[in-house]
């Protein structure tokens, strides 16, 4: 098992910056990728950046430029630095963990609302 938590979500308005952070515990042993996927009302859970153990990093082509995915090993910890933030980036924000068997694991979500 792998526990996450998350933090640093917020308010903030258009054009400012938010970094969230997310730590795990437990089996980290297992992990092969970590990423943070959002979801904003009445939409799907989609990938926002992800990467892996060896540092391959991805994004939704609506974040690049823009967001940079970031990963700590000694600390467990996956980051996410948020810059140019826009409206359409409001949503719960969910950090990701996959196992090397494929396991799937999810932190608790952290809001983070932009304002126009």
């Known amino acids: 098992q792998v526990q996450l938590v998350e933090s640093g979500g917020g308010l903030v308005q258009a054009g400012g910056s938010l970094r969230l952070s997310c730590t795990a515990s437990?089996?980290?042993?297992?992990?092969?990728?970590m990423g943070w996927y959002r979801q904003a009302p009445g939409k799907q859970r989609e990938l926002v950046a992800g990467i892996t153990n060896s540092g391959s990093t991805n994004y939704a082509d609506s974040v690049k430029g823009r967001f940079t995915i970031s990963r700590d090993n000694a600390k467990n910890t996956v980051y996410l630095q948020m810059n140019s933030l826009k409206p359409e980036d409001t949503g719960v924000y969910y950090c990701n963990v996959k196992s090397v068997f494929g396991t799937t694991y999810w932190g608790q979500g952290t809001q983070v609302t932009v304002s126009s």
């Open positions: 437990g089996n980290i042993f297992l992990i092969s990728s």
